[in-house]
């Protein structure tokens, strides 16, 4: 399971944290992500880090966001800064979990927590 946190309201060029805990069976974390999704729009994703912890990012968010895990704790956060109203979305976590070793990753989302941008 993935449990997203630390959504809410804040003002244009303010900074939000996101995180995301994974849990249950879990022999190894792969790939984790942050998607998002705008009202009337399509999920797009922001960004991904993978398990070695190289990152990467949409354009739009390249020198506002940070993407970082913690794999001893099952973590992955996204720091967000200079925050836009266009940045409005709920964020959701996914990862792709590999249960057992030799088994095959398999893709998990997160329930979703929602960032409102607003003055």
């Known amino acids: 399971q993935l449990q997203a946190s630390g959504g809410g309201l804040v003002q244009p060029g303010g900074s939000l944290r996101l995180s995301c805990a994974a849990s249950?069976?879990?022999?190894?974390?792969?790939?984790m992500r942050w998607y998002r999704q705008a009202p009337g729009k399509q999920r797009e994703l922001v960004a991904g880090i993978t398990s070695l912890g190289a990152p990467n990012y949409a354009d739009s968010v390249k020198g506002r966001f940070t993407i970082s895990r913690d794999n001893a704790k099952k973590m992955v956060y996204l720091q967000m800064n200079s925050l836009k109203p266009e940045d409005t979305a709920v964020y959701y976590c996914?990862?792709?979990?590999?249960?057992?070793?030799?088994?095959?990753?398999?893709?998990?989302w997160g329930q979703g927590t929602l960032v409102t941008v607003s003055s």
């Open positions: 996914n990862a792709e979990v590999q249960s057992k070793r030799y088994y095959p990753s398999v893709g998990y």
């Open positions: 249950g069976s879990i022999f190894s974390l792969n790939t």
